[in-house]
């Protein structure tokens, strides 16, 4: 196994980290994690949050618009509606690890569950770990 970087690998890999990079973007993907959604029921699913991911019906589109052009989402067409679910369905497991990472709090970056967090980097003062 090599350990060069293919850059058309990390250039894909880049372009899904990008599609994570926002809130609405998260919310509509933990809304997807329970099955799929019409963007009418994302709409109401996520109008409810008092927060950045609270977004419009023409927002919440140009949102799953960067998920799919991304391979993070797709969609089929049912009648009128158009359905959307998880493409990369692996993505669970992802926010289940950020979760843990984060503890109860939601604040503690010290140590993960595997205890990545607090070596060599917690001593040195990296900004991720303090």
Same mark, same amino acid.
């Given at each position: 196994?090599? *350990?060069?970087? *293919?850059?058309?690998?990390?250039?894909?890999?880049?372009?899904?980290?990008?599609?994570?990079?926002?809130?609405? #973007? !998260?919310?509509?993907?933990?809304?997807?994690?329970?099955?799929?959604?019409?963007?009418?029921?994302?709409?109401?699913?996520?109008?409810?949050?008092?927060?950045?991911?609270?977004v419009e019906?023409?927002?919440?589109?140009?949102?799953?618009?960067?998920?799919?052009?991304?391979?993070?989402?797709?969609? #089929? @067409?049912?009648?009128?509606?158009?359905?959307?679910? !998880?493409?990369?369905?692996?993505?669970?497991?992802?926010? *289940?690890?950020?979760?843990?990472?984060?503890?109860?709090?939601g604040t @503690?970056?010290?140590?993960?569950?595997?205890?990545? #967090?607090?070596?060599?980097?917690?001593?040195?003062?990296?900004?991720?770990?303090?």
């Amino acid at each position: 196994m090599s *350990d060069i970087i *293919d850059p058309a690998q990390l250039q894909r890999e880049t372009a899904i980290f990008k599609a994570l990079s926002s809130e609405a #973007r !998260l919310a509509i993907i933990y809304a997807l994690k329970g099955g799929e959604k019409s963007v009418g029921e994302l709409v109401e699913m996520l109008g409810l949050l008092e927060c950045a991911c609270s977004v419009e019906r023409t927002n919440i589109s140009k949102h799953l618009a960067v998920l799919k052009e991304a391979g993070i989402v797709c969609c #089929r @067409d049912e009648g009128l509606k158009r359905i959307y679910s !998880l493409a990369l369905p692996c993505l669970a497991s992802v926010f *289940d690890c950020v979760g843990a990472a984060l503890g109860s709090t939601g604040t @503690d970056l010290s140590s993960g569950p595997c205890g990545c #967090r607090g070596g060599q980097s917690a001593k040195m003062g990296n900004k991720w770990t303090q």
